[in-house]
């Protein structure tokens, strides 16, 4: 079945860093866009970064421009987004939502209402 599991997040203070991965299985994810979404409280599901399938292209919202490097690695049977997340911010405190998409092309979908597969999510916090 299709599984993607999110793992690496946590609480962090102001400055900090944190790696996010996503592990995706059930479907041939080399084929698919990936990117990373969040969801602080009382506020809508916003894109973070996209990589395209090929890896050669990714995408960042502006408010994470400079400070998050997204990248994937192909297995066998898996496909592993990361999330590289430095100089944390209060305003960063969110879930982090993994996410594919089956679209072709060298540009990723900042609309999650067109992504295909989600993760359950991981928990990230920042302190001030």
């Known amino acids: 079945q299709v599984q993607l599991v999110e793992?690496?997040?946590?609480l962090?203070?102001?400055?900090?860093?944190?790696?996010?991965?996503?592990?995706a299985s059930g479907r041939t994810f080399s084929s698919y866009a990936m990117g990373w979404f969040r969801?602080?409280?009382?506020?809508?599901?916003?894109?973070?970064?996209?990589?395209?399938?090929?890896g050669g292209n990714t995408f960042y919202a502006d408010s994470v421009k400079g400070r998050v490097i997204i990248s994937r690695d192909s297995g066998r049977n898996t496909v592993t987004v990361?999330?590289?997340?430095?100089?944390?911010?209060?305003?960063?405190?969110?879930?982090?939502?993994?996410a594919a998409d089956r679209r072709i092309g060298e540009s990723v979908d900042?609309?999650?209402?067109?992504?295909?597969?989600?993760?359950?999510?991981?928990?990230?916090?920042v302190s001030s």
Do not use: H
């Open 12 to 23: 962090v203070q102001a400055g900090g860093s944190l790696r996010l991965s996503c592990s």
């Open 7 to 10: 793992s690496g997040g946590g």
């Open 110 to 125: 900042r609309d999650d209402v067109k992504w295909d597969y989600w993760g359950q999510g991981t928990q990230v916090a």
């Open 39 to 54: 969801q602080a409280p009382g506020k809508e599901r916003e894109f973070v970064a996209g990589i395209t399938r090929s």
């Open 82 to 98: 990361y999330l590289q997340m430095n100089s944390l911010r209060p305003e960063d405190t969110a879930v982090y939502f993994c």
